[in-house]
């Protein structure tokens, strides 16, 4: 089966700007996962979704990231306006939460942000 | 407040030889201990998991020892190889909530 997608694997933009995260995950998987890795660091949970629903967005910085997940299938992160400290790695992870692959979680390549 | 605590933050290790992670929880609610072996440049990748009914798990030259009184589980990696250099996360979870340790940095030398 296909792995979790992520688009773009890689993004340079200037401070202020705004920049946007896809992710498509796995077929059949109903929790999705942004995280943030910074350098050295391991992933940071930023939003939780199951299907539709933001199960928890208590990381995500609301003044500036919103994420969304129509029709409980891919995922869209975006940071408005960027600053240099969200230079890092944005990471989607999807799970499926039924049968015996219960909260199994796989990643996709993530999306290295460089905040200029 | 860390919820996994990794040691140790790196480690080389001959081809041939044993490398040992280690990694601590507090939170007994934790259910399913996974390791990911990451990359430079790609995800994290599901390596080897355990549950808490189980005090050890092998695949291949991978085993996961787990201790439930100690509130510890390890990561040993038997006759290490040089294409095992990467970085590896230890993680617990409760039903879909992840906590991930910080990291260690295998180099495995020829």
């Known amino acids: 089966e296909a792995g979790v997608v992520q688009s773009p694997r890689y993004k340079i933009i200037e401070k202020k700007q705004p920049v946007a995260f896809w992710c498509n995950p796995i077929?059949?998987?109903?929790?999705l996962y942004w995280y943030l890795q910074n350098l050295g660091q391991g992933p940071e949970l930023l939003i939780r979704y199951e299907n539709e629903e933001a199960v928890d967005d208590s990381q995500l910085p609301k003044d500036r990231f919103s994420a969304e997940r129509l029709k409980g299938v891919d995922s869209t992160l975006k940071i408005q306006p960027a600053e240099l400290g969200d230079s890092a790695v944005y990471l989607c992870?999807?799970?499926?939460?039924?049968?015996?692959?219960?909260?199994?979680?796989?990643f996709g390549p993530g999306t290295r942000l460089t905040v200029l | 407040q860390q919820q996994v605590k990794q040691s140790p933050q790196s480690l080389i290790v001959q081809k041939g030889g044993i490398s040992i992670i280690n990694c601590a929880y507090e939170?007994?609610?934790?259910?399913?201990f996974p390791w990911y072996q990451q990359f430079p440049g790609k995800g994290p990748a599901l390596l080897i998991a355990?549950?808490?009914?189980?005090s050890e798990k092998k695949e291949g030259r991978f085993t996961i020892s787990f201790n439930k009184s100690a509130k510890q589980f390890s990561l040993h990696i038997m006759d290490s190889q040089p294409g095992d250099s990467a970085t590896y996360f230890c993680?617990?979870?409760?039903?879909?909530?992840?906590?991930f340790g910080t990291g260690t940095s295998l180099t495995v030398i020829p």
């Open positions: 355990i549950r808490p009914d189980v």
């Open positions: 992870a999807s799970s499926r939460t039924s049968g015996s692959f219960y909260n199994e979680q796989f």
């Open positions: 077929s059949g998987h109903n929790t």
């Open positions: 993680a617990a979870s409760t039903g879909n909530q992840f906590y």
């Open positions: 939170n007994t609610a934790f259910d399913y």
